[in-house]
T-cell receptor, first 115, second 113 residues
Framework: GNSVTQMEGPVTLSEEAFLTINCTYTATGYPSLFWYVQYPGEGLQLLLK?????DKGSNKGFEATYRKETTSFHLEKGSVQVSDSAVYFCALRTGGSGNTGKLIFGQGTTLQVKP | GAVVSQHPSRVICKSGTSVKIECRSLDFQATTMFWYRQFPKQSLMLMAT?????????EQGVEKDKFLINHASLTLSTLTVTSAHPEDSSFYICSASSPGTAFFGQGTRLTVV
């Protein structure tokens, strides 16, 4: 079946450090891939997405590239800030870019950025 | 971007009572809405998929008689936790889907005492 696996957290970094959160997936067909962010006490917000192989999603300094050959969608940021502290979820959805089907989430990775 | 409003954000109820959570899509019509449950330090688990005007489809292991879902219009879905017990305490999040992406409500922290 379809699944998403993220690196375990928490990830603790100093401000301005480089961030990588690994995400790999298993899916039939050609899924769309997403990163969502959940700030303390809030719901999920879409951070970025990619709908086909080799696409790069980017937003707020975060990037992730859809790598079909390694079934990965690792999240990166060159210089993290304290305000980036949150839980990050990798997710997939099968059925093409126009699909409105359910999302399958990874377990989430908590990022703590210290000043 | 699209906004999904979920209400209430927090609720405390007594064991045995029922609680209704509303999820509204404010600026688009959501033909499909999803309800997720999130346990502490865990991922979101899909509870059910709700299509406007039809019965919800529940994931395996989710009691449909306990978690009543109504999707009467393209902008409103409700989740009612009936005869709540302390083990139902959790963070419930709705999601309204549009082609290519999904938008999430702010979540509802339910505490059953």
């Amino acid at each position: 079946g379809n699944s998403v696996t993220q690196m375990e957290g928490p990830v603790t970094l100093s401000e301005e450090a480089f961030l990588t959160i690994n995400c790999t997936y298993t899916a039939t067909g050609y899924p769309s891939l997403f990163w969502y962010v959940q700030y303390p006490g809030e719901g999920l917000q879409l951070l970025l997405k990619a709908t086909k192989a080799d696409d790069k999603g980017s937003n707020k300094g975060f990037e992730a590239t859809y790598r079909k050959e390694t079934t990965s969608f690792h999240l990166e940021k060159g210089s993290v800030q304290v305000s980036d502290s949150a839980v990050y979820f990798c997710a997939l959805r099968t059925g093409g870019s126009g699909n409105t089907g359910k999302l399958i989430f990874g377990q989430g990775t908590t990022l703590q950025v210290k000043p | 971007g699209a906004v999904v409003s979920q209400h209430p954000s927090r609720v405390i109820c007594k064991s045995g009572t029922s609680v209704k959570i509303e999820c509204r899509s404010l600026d688009f019509q959501a033909t499909t809405m999803f309800w997720y449950r999130q346990f502490p330090k865990q991922s979101l688990m899909l509870m059910a998929t709700s299509n406007e005007g039809s019965k919800a489809t529940y994931e395996q292991g989710v009691e449909k008689d306990k978690f009543l879902i109504n999707h009467a219009s393209l902008t409103l879905s409700t989740l009612t936790v009936t005869s709540a017990h302390p083990e139902d305490s959790s963070f419930y999040i709705c999601s309204a889907s549009s082609p290519g992406t999904a938008f999430f409500g702010q979540g509802t922290r339910l505490t059953v005492v």
